[in-house]
C-alpha cells in the first residue's frame, strides 16, 4: 500500500466493489422511475420523489444523478426536478434500430403456428411486391409451395393488401399501377372492387386473400409497425381453404391482428402498444 509522504499518512481504501454495484442499482432505479413517470405524463420528477423512491437522503439522489446529467441520461428541469435528456432517447433510439424484425418475431410466429395448425408467415414490403423472410409450419401443418425469399405481388396476397391500407398513402397508386397478373380464378383484377378490398382492410384491421393468390389457400394478414409506427411488414396465417373454411376467418382476422401488434411491440411500437393496451381493458370490461 502507497503512502502519502506529503501528508505523512496512508490515503483511504478504495470503497468496495459492492458498493459501486449498488450505487449502479440505486441510479438505474432513479432512470427507470424517471422513464416510467415520464410514460404516464409527468413533466418532471421531484428530488424528494426520488429520494423516497429509493428510501435515501436527497443529497443520495444528487450524488447519484450527477454523472447522469452530465452525460444528459437525465436533465434537471426548472422546478429542480428531473426528466430525460437527450442521451436517453439517443441510447434508446440505438437499441430500437438494432431489433432485427426476423428475431422478434419469430416466437410470436411459432406460437400462432402451433395454435392454429395453420402455416405463418412474415413478409417485407419491396417496391409494389412482398418478399417472404420468415415461414412457420408445424407437425401436421399441410406444407404450402411459399419458401423464405419468394416475391409475390402485393395485388395478390393479404399481407399486400395489409401493407396498402396501412402504410404509406402513396403505395395505393404505384398497386394499382402495377398491370394485374391472375394467377387463380378468384385473383381480383377489378380495380375499383380491390380498392373496396383494401378499405374493408383498414376497417377490420387485416387482410384476407380468398384463394386470391393460390388455388384451394386462404390467408389473412396484419401490418406490422416499428419503433416508429411504421409500416414495416406484415404477419398471415394460411392454410387450406378445406381446412381454414370461410366461418373460420373473423377468429383468426382477430388472431392474427393481436399477434402482429405483439410484434410490433417487440419492436418499440407505442401506438400497438396502445391498441393491445385498450384490447385488454375492453375485454376485462365484459
Known amino acids: 500500500m502507497a503512502t502519502d509522504h506529503r501528508a505523512g499518512t496512508t490515503p483511504p481504501e478504495e470503497p468496495p466493489a459492492r458498493n459501486a454495484a449498488l450505487s449502479l442499482r440505486r441510479g438505474l432505479r432513479v432512470l427507470d422511475h424517471v422513464a416510467e413517470r415520464t410514460r404516464t405524463g409527468a413533466v418532471s420528477v421531484s428530488l424528494g420523489e426520488l429520494a423516497a423512491t429509493l428510501g435515501t437522503a436527497k443529497s443520495t439522489v444528487l450524488r447519484l444523478t450527477a454523472p447522469m446529467v452530465e452525460t444528459d441520461l437525465?436533465?434537471?428541469?426548472?422546478?429542480?426536478?428531473?426528466?430525460?435528456?437527450?442521451?436517453?432517447?439517443?441510447?434508446?433510439?440505438?437499441?430500437?434500430?438494432?431489433?432485427?424484425?426476423?428475431?422478434?418475431?419469430?416466437?410470436?410466429?411459432?406460437?400462432?403456428?402451433?395454435?392454429?395448425?395453420?402455416?405463418?408467415?412474415l413478409v417485407?414490403?419491396?417496391?409494389?411486391?412482398?418478399?417472404?423472410?420468415?415461414?412457420?409450419?408445424?407437425?401436421?401443418?399441410?406444407?404450402?409451395?411459399?419458401?423464405?425469399?419468394?416475391?409475390?405481388?402485393?395485388?395478390?396476397?393479404a399481407s399486400g393488401k395489409a401493407i396498402v391500407a396501412f402504410g404509406d398513402p402513396d403505395l395505393l397508386g404505384a398497386v394499382l399501377a402495377v398491370p394485374v397478373e391472375a394467377t387463380t380464378e378468384q385473383t381480383i383484377t377489378d380495380d375499383d372492387r380491390w380498392v373496396r378490398e383494401v378499405d374493408g382492410t383498414r376497417a377490420r384491421g387485416y387482410g384476407i386473400d380468398d384463394r386470391e393468390n393460390e388455388p384451394g389457400i386462404r390467408c389473412v394478414a396484419a401490418p406490422v409497425l416499428d419503433h416508429a409506427n411504421q409500416v414495416v411488414g406484415a404477419m398471415s396465417i394460411s392454410g387450406l381453404a378445406s381446412r381454414f373454411p370461410a366461418a373460420a376467418v373473423r377468429e383468426?382476422?382477430?388472431?392474427?391482428?393481436?399477434?402482429?401488434?405483439?410484434?410490433?411491440?417487440?419492436?418499440?411500437?407505442?401506438?400497438?402498444?396502445?391498441?393491445?393496451?385498450?384490447t385488454a381493458t375492453v375485454g376485462a370490461a365484459r
Open 74 to 121: 437525465l436533465r434537471r428541469t426548472p422546478d429542480a426536478g428531473f426528466t430525460l435528456g437527450l442521451g436517453a432517447l439517443l441510447l434508446g433510439q440505438s437499441y430500437l434500430e438494432g431489433i432485427d424484425l426476423r428475431t422478434a418475431a419469430a416466437p410470436f410466429l411459432r406460437r400462432t403456428a402451433e395454435a392454429t395448425g395453420l402455416t405463418c408467415h
Open 124 to 157: 417485407v414490403p419491396d417496391g409494389t411486391d412482398i418478399v417472404y423472410v420468415d415461414k412457420v409450419e408445424t407437425r401436421g401443418t399441410v406444407r404450402m409451395g411459399s419458401r423464405v425469399g419468394n416475391r409475390l405481388p402485393m395485388r395478390n396476397t
Open 252 to 278: 383468426a382476422g382477430d388472431r392474427v391482428v393481436r399477434t402482429a401488434l405483439e410484434i410490433s411491440v417487440a419492436l418499440g411500437s407505442s401506438s400497438a402498444r396502445l391498441a393491445l393496451t385498450r
